[in-house]
Every structure is written in C-alpha cells, then in structure tokens.
C-alpha cells in the first residue's frame, strides 16, 4: 500500500481538514494543508475512475523487464492525477473568487496549491527523483494550458483516463460533480483562517513598524548620550584630539555619523517597504539638532556623509568588502570634519579605524 493510499483511509473524513486548518499558524502552513487536500481528493476521485492497478512487485518487474510499459504505465496513471488536481484547483479557483473575499490572494494560492500538491503527490507515492521531476514538468505544461471551464477540466480527466465503462462514469461523475468536489478540501474554511491569519500578519507589522518608528525618533538622542559618554575615554586614548581644531565639535560630527551608520543596517535588519519611512523619521529628528557655528545643520551633514560614503564605496569592486568599507568611511568622515583635513596622516588612519570599529559594534541589532 503506497502512502497515498494510506491517507485515503483515514483523511477522506468530512471536517478532517477543516479542523487542520485551524491549527495552522503561519499562511505557509496553511498551503501545504490545501495541497494536501487537493492530493487526497484527486487520489478519491482517481480511484472511482479504476485505472489500470499494479502493485509494488508487478511495478518493480516492469520496471526490470519492459521500461517501455513501466513509463506508459506511470504516464497513464500520472497524468490522470496532473488532470484530476487541475479540475480541483480550477473549482477552487472558481468558488474562492465566488464566495470568498480574498481580494488579488487568490490566483497565487490556486498557483500554489497545483504546484505544492504536484510536490505531495510525488512524496505520497514514493517517486524515484527523475520520476518526480517528470511529473513537475508534466503538471507545469498542465498548468500553463489551464481547462477553459468546468467542463473541459472533466473532459481531460476522462481523456487522460481513457475509455470508460458507463457504470465507472457515472460513479466519477457523482463523485466529481454531484457530490462537489470540493467537500473534503473546504475552501470556506480556508479562506476564513487565511484571512484570520492575514488579520494577525497586519497587527504583528503594525506592532512592528510602531516599535521601529519609535527606535529611529530615539536614534539621535540616542547616539548623543553613546558619543558623549565615549568621548572623554578616546580623548585618553588619542589625547591628539585635544589639540585638533574642531574638537569642540566632535560630538556633533561623531553622532551624525553614529546616526548614519545605524540607518546602514536598515538595509540588513528591515524590510524594504518600511526603510524609506524609518530614514524620513530620523532625518526629522535631525532637524531638531543644533548645530555648532562652524558646521552646517545636521540635514546637510547627514547629506555629506551620504556623498562621502556613495562616492567611495562604488570604487571597491568587491561588493563583499563593501559593507565594512562603508563603517571604515564613517570613521573617516569624522576625522576629516574634526582635522579641517583633505587627507588623514597615519595616526588619523589610527584613530578613524578606531571610530570604524565603535560605529559598527554599537550600531548591530539596533532594529532588531
């Protein structure tokens, strides 16, 4: 008895799967649980239409002896099933687009369900992986030349099936139409979870994006309080800095730089879709920090330490080494801005590495 054949026994209970979608906890589980339903309804509906049967040993002789009939066997049987998960993937396109309201969702999960049952199917019946990849490329063709309608999704069951007795037919018929072919499936109940899960998917990015908003509103203060309290230690250690023209203002220039180089992990450590937002809010913190006489207003060095960086960072052609590369410019820009220099000395190399290596330590996971 194959696995598939397992499931049958026991799965084709009405409510099984309704009752197994309301523990899925993630859409992706929730996938995976439809195109389980979709493989057991093929497989009940397959086994009304009584294709050619052969057990294990007979396959294996096949298999040894007559290649030939061992493939035509698997491609009777296979396509069959690549028809039978078409016709339920298409009324359960048709009813979710009816009865349900899961907006632009639907074509994608329809998409999925073929795909991933195609996967389960091939699992369930314990393929060889080239008869697993046969059978992809078969249900990919099926899928990109869909059934017209209804009709036409019965009619290459029946045609990859074959001749059929009357009486068989009548039977597939009243399990595929009569009986609705979607009652072990339960899309209802799908859509309802899917939608209760997308419900929970919105609050959890909206909890998110709140925390995150208020991360990038404190960021500013934030890196003044971390500078401040890092200052007199690097004055110990470079007392160099003392004696530098614009060190009065090293605060300043380091927490603009602190600022940008935390804002570089928002292209690690965020989505994309919430990057923009998070840079917008902390540039108007920004704009709320005085700056010193001699210096522009944060905006602007916030802007100059993007030229900086952007410029630069395009000549490494070794994208791996970019990251680090653009910690090494931060650090660079900050001794620059306190030196009134074009080009830093070695112990200015010293000392910006130094920066480099604050700005990247204290800055990881800080949108974690």
């Not at 296979?78 to 074509?107: A, N």
């Not at 690097?234 to 203002?249: A, F, V």
């Amino acid at each position: 008895m194959t696995d598939l054949e397992s499931l049958l026994s026991w799965a084709t209970q009405r409510g099984h799967y309704g009752k197994q979608y309301e523990s899925a906890q993630t859409r992706d589980e929730l996938m995976v649980l439809l195109s389980d339903a979709v493989v057991i309804s093929a497989g009940g509906i397959v086994k009304v239409l009584r294709p050619p049967e052969r057990g294990l040993f007979i396959l294996w002789v096949m298999k040894k002896v007559s290649r030939r009939s061992y493939e035509h066997y698997l491609e009777i049987i296979h396509g069959l099933f690549v028809q039978t998960i078409l016709y339920l993937t298409y009324e359960l396109r048709e009813f979710l687009k009816s009865q349900c309201e899961l907006k632009g969702d639907v074509d994608n999960i329809v998409l999925k369900a073929s795909v991933y049952a195609a996967s389960a199917f091939g699992i369930y019946t314990r393929m060889q992986e080239d008869e697993k990849r046969k059978f992809r490329e078969m249900m990919i063709r099926a899928i990109e030349n869909p059934p017209k309608d209804s009709a036409d999704a019965l009619y290459q069951i029946q045609k990859a099936r074959g001749p059929v007795p009357n009486k068989v037919l009548a039977t597939f018929l009243k399990a595929a139409v009569l009986d609705g072919p979607l009652s072990l499936i339960e899309p209802l109940v799908f859509a309802q979870k899917w939608k209760a899960l997308a419900d929970q998917t919105n609050d959890k990015n909206e909890r998110k994006q709140k925390n995150l908003e208020e991360k990038a509103k404190g960021l500013v203060f934030a890196a003044r309080v971390l500078i401040g309290a890092l200052h007199p230690r690097l004055n110990i250690r470079y007392p160099e800095l003392l004696t530098l023209p614009q060190d009065k203002d090293f605060i300043y220039f380091a927490t603009i730089a602190f600022v940008y180089a935390t804002c570089i992990h928002l292209h690690f450590d965020v989505e994309e879709s919430m990057r923009t937002l998070l840079e917008k809010v902390v540039q108007a913190e920004l704009t709320q920090y005085p700056h010193p006489p001699n210096a522009m207003n944060a905006t602007d060095e916030y802007a100059s330490i993007h030229r900086f960086i952007s410029q630069k960072i395009l000549k490494e052609p070794d994208r791996k080494k970019r990251g680090q590369l653009m910690f090494d410019l931060a650090g660079k820009w900050v001794v620059l801005k306190i030196t009134d220099e074009m080009h830093l000395n070695e112990r200015g190399t010293e000392i910006a590495r130094a920066f480099s290596d604050i700005f990247m330590k204290e800055t990881a996971g800080y949108w974690k």
